[in-house]
């Protein structure tokens, strides 16, 4: 049982989780990717290096072509870390940290079509200059852009 429907358990509602905690979220979900971005960039590195005799040789194409395949998969992890941790946990490795977690406004695990709405609007809610951002001052459930566009709310856990 996850963190988020044992939370459920409880007799009153869960406060909303409020900047901070969501700032220092990001921020460690931010290093795991840096991490994650960095081993693949290894990787494609060492592969380069192993094909071409440790740089003695000249690259060939399928060099070329096979590390930027590994640097793509990145740009694939990244959502897929997002929207499937959302989905299956209500949290990122950086949201279990702080113990807050992603739920609908009822209480409940998102689906996933919340999940990927809350991937897709999360750069309209950060990008225009945080335009987005600021609407958690204004809501009683301190809901981002984003979590309105999704229908999701960030709670913080016991």
């Known amino acids: 049982m996850s963190q988020v429907e044992q939370a459920q358990d409880y007799a009153p ?3 909303y989780a ?3 905690l969501r700032v220092v979220s990001a921020i460690l979900d931010a290093v ?6 960095a081993l693949i960039a290894a990787a ?3 592969y380069v290096l192993v094909r071409t005799s440790w740089g003695d040789t ?3 194409n399928e060099v070329y072509v096979t590390s930027a395949t590994i640097l793509c998969t990145f740009l694939i992890l990244a959502p897929l870390y997002f929207v499937l941790l959302w989905y299956w946990r209500g949290q ?3 949201q279990v940290a702080v113990r807050v977690a992603v739920t ?8 996933f079509r919340q999940s990927l ?9 950060v990008l225009p200059l945080g335009l987005g951002v600021t609407t958690m001052f204004f809501d009683s459930e301190q809901r981002m852009l984003h979590d309105m566009l999704a229908g999701t709310v960030v709670v913080e856990l016991p």
Do not use: E, K, M, N
């Open 92 to 94: 990122t490795l950086g």
């Open 18 to 20: 409020g900047f901070p």
């Open 117 to 125: 709405v809350r991937l897709i609007a999360w750069p309209i809610s």
């Open 44 to 46: 494609a590195g060492f």
């Open 13 to 15: 509602p869960l406060p």
């Open 104 to 111: 609908d406004r009822d209480g409940y695990h998102i689906s």
């Open 32 to 37: 795991f990717l840096i991490a994650l971005a």
């Open 58 to 60: 000249d690259p060939s």
